[in-house]
T-cell receptor
Framework: AQSVSQHNHHVILSEAASLELGCNYS??????LFWYVQYPGQHLQLLLK??????LVKGIKGFEAEFIKSKFSFNLRKPSVQWSDTAEYFC????????????FGKGTRLSVIA | NAGVTQTPKFQVLKTGQSMTLQCAQD?????MYWYRQDPGMGLRLIYY???????DKGEVPNGYNVSRLNKREFSLRLESAAPSQTSVYFC??????????????FGSGTRLTVV
């Protein structure tokens, strides 16, 4: 069965600090990987995704993620966070065909303080 | 605006009561999903429908039933609500050809409290 582990439950950063959120997955095959963001009181929005090609993918709002196949990881990064990045971040995975439902990690809450 | 519409947005039920959460999408997507979100647990799949006329259990289906009424609508029913079903419920839709580019489209959620 697929599973996703997010290492940090709650991360607190000052504005302009760099961000890295960990995500590891377990799946016996080729995968598609996603990061979603949920701002307070809102629904999930797609931040970025990887399914093939360059393992370093760039998303919206300056976020990027790197797929490292040997480590089964897909960590999210941002060089300099802003207060508006305060949100919950979810890593998700499904099989390469895209036919299976997304499996989500438990989420990481990011709080950015001034 | 195109997207996924969920009703109601908030609901309080007494233990043992029944209710149906409604979900409709206007993007002509084939696949629809119901997830529940609980603090520290992330999103867990309850049921999904890969296409009109089919439904399958997800990770946490107990206590729920679903109906794919047509291509647009996918409802979630709680026959006898329990406090453990207090959660935020999200409906989502996707199209196989598009999911790798656009992911899932989520509704705004239904916050359900069972007392």
């Amino acid at each position: 069965a697929q599973s996703v582990s997010q290492h940090n439950h709650h991360v607190i950063l000052s504005e302009a600090a760099s961000l890295e959120l960990g995500c590891n997955y377990s799946y016996g095959g080729t995968v598609n990987l996603f990061w979603y963001v949920q701002y307070p009181g809102q629904h999930l929005q797609l931040l970025l995704k990887y399914f093939s090609g360059d393992p370093l993918v760039k998303g919206i709002k300056g976020f990027e993620a790197e797929f490292i196949k040997s480590k089964f990881s897909f960590n999210l990064r941002k060089p300099s966070v802003q207060w508006s990045d305060t949100a919950e971040y979810f890593c998700a995975v499904n099989g390469y065909s895209g036919n299976t439902p997304l499996v989500f990690g438990k989420g990481t809450r990011l709080s950015v303080i001034a | 605006n195109a997207g996924v519409t969920q009703t109601p947005k908030f609901q309080v039920l007494k233990t043992g009561q029944s209710m149906t959460l409604q979900c409709a999408q206007d993007m002509n997507h084939n696949s629809m999903y119901w997830y529940r979100q609980d603090p520290g647990m992330g999103l867990r799949l309850i049921y999904y429908s890969a296409s009109e006329g089919t439904t399958d259990k997800g990770e946490v289906p107990n206590g729920y039933n679903v109906s794919r009424l047509n291509k647009r609508e996918f409802s979630l029913r709680l026959e006898s609500a329990a406090p453990s079903q207090t959660s935020v419920y999200f409906c989502a839709s996707s199209e196989k050809r598009e999911v790798l580019n656009y992911g899932y489209t989520f509704g705004s959620g239904t916050r359900l409290t069972v007392v």
